[in-house]
């Protein structure tokens, strides 16, 4: 199980808040909920869609990062 945030040391939690990728992704649920706020019940779908999008897209980050990290780590 992942670490929780309040139980990582504060130089960790630092660098993690930090990172670019983070700090994008935090915009990016801002942005998602501001959208939400404003739906109208024809507008579901499609903020489905996009949330769904970006949701895949942050996985296959994620899961590059993991390899590029595995693969560095068995050099």
């Known amino acids: 199980m992942a670490p929780m945030l309040t139980d990582m ?4 939690l ?14 990016r649920r801002v942005g998602f909920i501001e959208d939400l706020h ?17 949701t895949l897209a942050t996985n296959r980050a994620r899961a590059a990062r993991s390899r590029g990290a595995s693969t560095a780590l068995h050099r």
């Open 14 to 27: 630092n660098a993690l808040v930090k990172h670019p990728f983070h700090r994008e992704n935090g915009e």
């Open 38 to 54: 404003e739906c109208h019940t024809e507008d579901y779908v499609t903020f489905q869609r996009e949330l769904l999008h970006a």
């Open 9 to 12: 040391l504060s130089d960790r």
